[in-house]
């Protein structure tokens, strides 16, 4: 015998509204925090100063060996994967809401870095990336000759 299935309206609503949501967030180049079929999008923040450009990325729960970083002389791309915790026998989780899975963002920057003389640290679930400015990029004073 068929099992009927229960007709939820406000299910498909909140689905078709995640698909807007996605639509709009692609067309205006915003990335949301979310899960897409074993993908997640972790949040990055990119601040230029004087000498380098910084580059933060929230990724808790990480491990080093899980994440790789490549830089080139205009954009950064972050990678890795975070796992999964396993149901183990005794346990039953009634929900999960934490990102899991692998996730890579590749983010063009503001000015020309060093790729050679980046730097990286990891702490309380934020990857912090210091990319040195190259020669060309860095703002230069001219003197201004009296006559």
Do not use: Q
Not at 13 to 29: P, Q
Not at 66 to 86: F, L, N, V
Not at 133 to 138: G, Y
């Amino acid at each position: 015998m068929a099992k009927i299935k229960r007709w939820e309206p406000f299910r498909e609503l909140e689905s078709f509204k995640r698909s807007m949501e996605r639509l709009f967030d692609s067309f205006f180049g915003r990335y949301p925090l979310e899960e897409y079929e074993g993908f997640w999008t972790p949040p990055v923040d990119i601040e230029e100063t004087e000498n380098d450009v910084v580059v933060r990325i929230e990724i808790p729960g990480m491990k080093k060996d899980d994440i790789k970083i490549k830089t080139t002389g205009d954009s950064i791309t972050i990678s890795g994967e975070k796992r999964h915790e396993s149901e183990e026998k005794g346990k039953h989780f009634h929900r999960i809401e934490r990102a899991y899975g692998r996730f890579e963002r590749t983010v063009p920057l503001p000015v020309e870095i060093e790729p050679d003389k980046a730097r990286a640290s990891y702490e309380n679930g934020v990857l912090t990336v210091t990319l040195p400015k190259s020669e060309k990029a860095k703002a230069k004073e001219i003197e201004i000759e009296v006559k």
